[in-house]
């Protein structure tokens, strides 16, 4: 009878998470995300062209280098959004899910089955414009979700949380037997 055994592994034989291939989130979380974006700084010019309406002539130098600063931050976040939506995606693998975001600072999550509590869809106003959901997976200890994966068709969405939930079901029933 073995009571404790803990052999090395060979790194090399390890999984490799370039090797994963992420699913996309649909087409309209684009659309959904360029759109917010180009309201968002819709809104600041409006806010920033009645800010040079409203200024003193004393100020014309700095404004004319407050626009050198605005619109190419402007533009490089709208471009940032549109590189954001393709470097995202979500995997689904036998032990858990896998969810990667981020353009400067790429921030890849994964949760097990067996540390799940439990995982809900949810839908905001403008999602129901698009159709679109967001899947969140809690795990134990927090009170917000620990993985959120925005940006999927209702029927992905549903079938991922039912296979999660079944998952962790069957990996907490598997691990009380033992």
């Not at 029927?155 to 949380?161: Q, V």
């Amino acid at each position: 009878m073995k009571i404790f055994e803990n052999q090395q592994l060979d790194i090399d034989l390890l999984p490799r998470m370039k090797d994963i291939e992420f699913i996309k989130p649909h087409r309209s979380y684009l659309y959904m995300t360029m759109i917010q974006s180009v309201v968002f700084w819709l809104i600041m010019f409006g806010i920033f062209s009645l800010s040079v309406i409203a200024a003193r002539e004393e100020f014309y130098e700095f404004i004319l280098y407050a626009r050198l600063l605005f619109y190419p931050t402007a533009i490089l976040s709208i471009l940032l959004t549109w590189i954001g939506f393709h470097k995202r995606g979500h995997a689904l693998r036998t032990h858990d899910i896998m969810y990667k975001e981020g353009v400067l600072f790429q921030n890849k999550t994964n949760i097990s089955f067996n540390r799940v509590q439990h995982c809900e869809t949810s839908q905001g106003p403008l999602e129901q414009m698009f159709d679109l959901h967001t899947l969140k997976v809690f795990t134990a200890g927090g009170q917000s979700s620990d993985l959120s994966i925005p940006g999927l068709h209702e029927d992905i969405a549903a079938n991922l949380k039912e296979f999660i939930v079944v998952a962790t079901a069957a990996k907490k029933g598997h691990s009380e037997e033992e």
